[in-house]
Nanobody
Framework: QVQLVESGGGLVQAGGSLRLSCAAS????????MAWFRQAPGKEREFVAA????????NYADSVRGRFTISRGNAKNTVYLQMNSLKPEDTANYYC????????????????????WGQGTQVTVSS
């Protein structure tokens, strides 16, 4: 079993930056694809970004491309989301997820393809 714990959320003004972290424990996630999703109140969960197990392939939602950067730590068991130029519409609960069946062909953007999820960390961007 894999446990994912997110951290780094908080309150920030529009235009500011935050860095989210996701630490994996239990089984290693070295060979898993990892992703960030977010869900705002009253809205459906949406894909934010994903990264391959080796960290060389990434995928971003159009709404965050150019502002957010996903990366993995050297041990591959930690995933980061650097968020710059934050906007009020980025306000949401951010979740880390792991895809244990990643084969290297495609980074999924839909939640049901991911097997493990964290509890989330709240990001609030004030205008």
């Amino acid at each position: 079993q894999v446990q994912l714990v997110e951290s780094g959320g908080g309150l920030v003004q529009a235009g500011g930056s935050l860095r989210l972290s996701c630490a994996a424990s239990g089984r290693t996630v070295r060979n898993y694809a990892m992703a960030w999703f977010r869900q705002a109140p009253g809205k459906e969960r949406e894909f934010v970004a994903a990264i391959s197990w080796i960290g060389t392939t990434t995928n971003y939602a159009d709404s965050v491309r150019g502002r957010f950067t996903i990366s993995r730590g050297n041990a591959k068991n930690t995933v980061y989301l650097q968020m710059n130029s934050l906007k009020p519409e980025d306000t949401a609960n951010y979740y880390c997820a792991a895809d244990k069946d990643y084969t290297g062909n495609y980074l999924y953007t839909v939640g049901f393809q991911y097997d493990y999820w964290g509890q989330g960390t709240q990001v609030t961007v004030s205008s």
